[in-house]
């Protein structure tokens, strides 16, 4: 299964931003699909998690309350909305999905930058 990833962009703080993850296959086959960050010389940090099947959501303390995970199984997709975007949410975000048999997959990512 190929992810895509889409949606990146130069924001302002405080502004918003929609990431767009869409699978080549059925994601109802994921155990957990989940969008990551990696900011520059940080570790890689998971940033919000979602099981297809259920639609059960985890968060980062750091974006809780601002950003919402979504799945849409019809259309195979999840998408990372981003609200009252901060200097610190700048990073590139990529898509990951986990199959019910362990198997990791990466989509490509994609850059957010938000400054004024």
């Known amino acids: 299964v190929q992810l895509q990833a889409s949606g990146g962009g130069l924001v302002q703080p405080g502004g918003s931003l929609r990431l767009s993850c869409a699978a080549s296959?059925?994601?109802?086959?994921?155990?957990?699909m989940a969008w990551y960050r990696q900011a520059p010389g940080k570790q890689r940090e998971s940033v919000a998690t979602?099981?297809?099947?259920?639609?059960?959501?985890n968060y980062a303390d750091s974006v809780k309350g601002r950003f919402t995970i979504s799945r849409d199984n019809a259309k195979n997709t999840v998408d990372l909305q981003m609200n009252s975007l901060k200097l610190e949410d700048t990073a590139v975000y990529s898509c990951?999905?986990?199959?019910?048999?362990?198997?990791?997959?990466w989509g490509q990512g994609t850059l957010v930058t938000v400054s004024s």
């Open positions: 990951y999905a986990l199959s019910k048999l362990g198997f990791a997959s």
């Open positions: 296959g059925s994601i109802s086959s994921f155990a957990l």
């Open positions: 979602i099981t297809p099947a259920w639609g059960s959501t």
